[in-house]
């Protein structure tokens, strides 16, 4: 089992700021990549970002693109998300996951670990 916790939302004006942090425990030699998702109210839960822990090629949402960057730090265990010039349809909850799958880690069938959410408000 892999155990996710993340941290680091909040409320912030649009254009700003935030860094979401998920420090992952357990069995995290199983792990290929982890990735960054969210879910807006009243809708489906997106892919948004994701990174492979062994070379750190990212995968971005076109939608965040140029504003948002994912990385790693291999000895901590721990995934960033860095968000940029946020707007307020960057609202959401924000899901950190964890995948055991090789290929493009861009669905959500292809995580296998959930963290429990950090809620990220963005206000106009």
């Known amino acids: 089992q892999v155990q996710l916790v993340e941290s680091g939302g909040g409320l912030v004006q649009a254009g700003g700021s935030l860094r979401l942090s998920c420090a992952a425990s357990?069995?995290?030699?199983?792990?290929?990549?982890m990735g960054w998702f969210r879910q807006a109210p009243g809708k489906e839960r997106e892919f948004v970002a994701a990174?492979?822990?062994?070379?750190?090629?990212?995968y971005l949402a076109d939608s965040v693109k140029g504003r948002f960057t994912i990385s790693r730090d291999n000895a901590k265990n721990t995934v960033y998300l860095q968000m940029n010039s946020l707007k307020p349809e960057d609202t959401a909850d924000y899901y950190c996951?964890?995948?055991?799958?090789?290929?493009?880690?861009?669905?959500?069938?292809?995580?296998?670990?959930w963290g429990q959410g950090t809620q990220v408000t963005v206000s106009s």
């Open positions: 990174i492979r822990w062994s070379g750190g090629t990212t």
């Open positions: 357990g069995r995290t030699f199983s792990i290929y990549a």
């Open positions: 996951a964890a995948s055991k799958f090789s290929g493009t880690p861009q669905r959500l069938y292809h995580y296998d670990y």
